[in-house]
């Protein structure tokens, strides 16, 4: 009855998971006497992958450690701060992408920020007030995405041979314009559903600082 009562209260997993790179993102706040803003990052332009882009500190999971400590790791080593001026609210959404990556998201506060980081992976440091997320609704593309199976793929086994009615589906992607910055795909996609928490838990209502 032990294993049937563990079988009872497991956790479901998500099929397939093993295939998905696994990261962890810090959604950083700011509280200055402006009010609340949320930080984010320009990717240096001398790293591979999306160099340019403006993104929130994280990186992929490393064996033996939490999501939450991958991205209060990821942030120290970017923002060079200290783990201790990061205080965590909690969990944010998760977020599971079509191209085989999860991401999960954390909220917390970096308090008494002085502006730095690592000029190996950050270009520059971006300020932008949370209300302006709470005004603004994005901009709304969709992309289309199409099933194409490899050269080898084995037709004669399925009905329909070549000819099978593949699943067509759809993917949104967001953007968000402030001045002349653009915050778009994954982050936008992590930032509408921060929001969206934060109003609908009231964490940081409005113009208000935290105490």
Same mark, same amino acid.
């Given at each position: +009855?032990?294993?049937?009562?563990?079988?009872?209260? #497991?956790?479901?997993? $998500?099929?397939?998971?093993?295939?998905?790179?696994?990261?962890?993102?810090?959604?950083?706040?700011?509280?200055?006497?402006?009010?609340?803003?949320?930080?984010?990052?320009?990717?240096?332009?001398?790293?591979?992958?999306?160099?340019?882009? $403006?993104?929130?500190?994280?990186?992929?999971?490393?064996?033996? =450690?939490?999501?939450? =400590?991958?991205?209060?790791?990821?942030?120290?080593?970017?923002?060079?701060?200290?783990?201790? %001026?990061?205080?965590?609210?909690?969990?944010?959404?998760?977020?599971?992408?079509?191209?085989?990556?999860?991401?999960?998201?954390?909220?917390?506060? $970096?308090?008494?920020?002085?502006?730095?980081?690592?000029?190996?992976?950050?270009?520059? $440091?971006?300020?932008?007030?949370?209300?302006?997320?709470?005004?603004? %609704?994005?901009?709304?593309?969709?992309?289309?995405?199409?099933?194409?199976?490899?050269?080898?793929?084995?037709?004669?086994?399925?009905?329909?041979?070549?000819?099978?009615?593949?699943?067509?589906?759809?993917?949104?992607?967001?953007?968000?314009?402030?001045?002349? %910055?653009?915050?778009?795909? +994954?982050?936008?996609?992590?930032? #509408?559903?921060?929001?969206?928490?934060?109003? =609908?838990?009231?964490?940081?209502?409005?113009?208000?600082? +935290?105490?």
């Amino acid at each position: +009855m032990q294993k049937q009562d563990e079988f009872l209260a #497991r956790r479901p997993g $998500i099929i397939g998971e093993d295939q998905f790179r696994q990261y962890a993102v810090l959604i950083p706040l700011l509280d200055t006497p402006e009010g609340i803003f949320l930080l984010f990052e320009k990717r240096s332009d001398k790293l591979r992958r999306q160099p340019g882009e $403006i993104c929130f500190p994280g990186g992929k999971l490393e064996q033996g =450690e939490t999501f939450c =400590e991958c991205a209060v790791r990821e942030t120290v080593e970017e923002l060079l701060v200290k783990p201790q %001026q990061i205080q965590i609210f909690g969990p944010g959404d998760i977020y599971i992408s079509p191209f085989n990556l999860i991401v999960h998201s954390y909220l917390g506060v $970096i308090k008494e920020y002085q502006n730095t980081f690592s000029t190996d992976e950050v270009a520059e $440091i971006i300020r932008i007030p949370l209300d302006f997320f709470r005004n603004q %609704q994005p901009a709304h593309y969709e992309s289309r995405l199409i099933n194409e199976p490899p050269e080898d793929f084995p037709y004669e086994w399925i009905p329909g041979g070549e000819n099978y009615p593949w699943a067509k589906g759809t993917y949104d992607i967001y953007f968000y314009r402030y001045e002349n %910055q653009i915050i778009w795909g +994954m982050t936008a996609y992590v930032v #509408r559903s921060a929001v969206k928490l934060m109003d =609908e838990y009231h964490l940081f209502p409005p113009h208000e600082q +935290m105490q």
